[in-house]
């Protein structure tokens, strides 16, 4: 199966994520761009790729120790940017200029538990973000994008939009053509 762990957001928070990807529609350099179901935009703690049912069982144990007395927390989406670079964008996020103490300190956690029950190291730095929308080709840069995107922040994440983190969750990805269907796993709740 195929599996990540996440902060998923409530239907609130989906419906001003839904509202934010509806304005960013409206700028010229994102036409290539695909759109995320609101309802399945979430914040990636760590995507475990393709895995065994014995794996997920091991990734829900880590999950659980990892987010035992974690707190809630709020996370402030104040920045929009573009992965891999701004010359070959696949992917549109939002996310926080600063990561939360309590997010930083539950990704360590979690990726300290799932080294332990075996898992490899999480790719690179964490950096908390929520993907909103992939790219439909990658052949050349929209023009204009970099300035788009200062401008959208100022209008449309100023002030900034604020998502409370109160669970994680490991989720099961089945990817269809209509989109990918998340069903969680397992759930921590934070206190």
């Known amino acids: 199966m ?3 762990v996440a902060i998923p957001f409530s239907a609130d928070e989906h419906k001003k994520l839904e509202l934010l990807q509806e ?7 994102l036409d290539d761009f695909r759109w995320m179901r609101p309802r399945n935009i979430h914040l990636t703690l760590r995507f475990l790729g393709d895995i ?10 880590a999950l659980r120790t990892a987010g035992e007395g974690a707190p809630a927390f709020e996370i402030s989406i104040d920045r929009f940017g573009v992965f891999p670079q701004l010359k070959r964008p696949g992917v549109l996020w939002a996310g926080p200029s600063e990561t939360p103490e309590p997010l930083v300190e539950l990704e360590a956690n979690l ?5 332990e029950a075996g898992f ?5 730095i964490f950096h908390p973000h929520v993907t909103i929308a992939r790219r439909r080709s990658r052949d050349r840069p929209p023009a204009g994008l ?3 995107l200062e401008i959208a922040e ?6 900034p939009l604020i998502c409370r983190a109160h669970e994680a969750v490991l989720f099961r990805s089945e990817l269809n053509p209509s989109g990918a269907i998340h069903t969680a796993l397992e759930k921590v709740t934070f206190h």
């Not at 990726?111 to 080294?115: N, T, V």
């Not at 490899?120 to 690179?124: E, K, L, T």
């Open 52 to 61: 065994e049912d014995t794996q997920a069982e091991a990734a829900a144990k």
């Open 111 to 115: 990726s300290r538990y799932l080294a």
């Open 23 to 29: 304005s960013l529609a409206t700028l010229p350099a």
């Open 154 to 159: 100022q209008r449309w994440l100023t002030p």
């Open 120 to 124: 490899p190291p999480g790719q690179g």
């Open 2 to 4: 195929r599996a990540f």
């Open 146 to 148: 970099e300035g788009e």
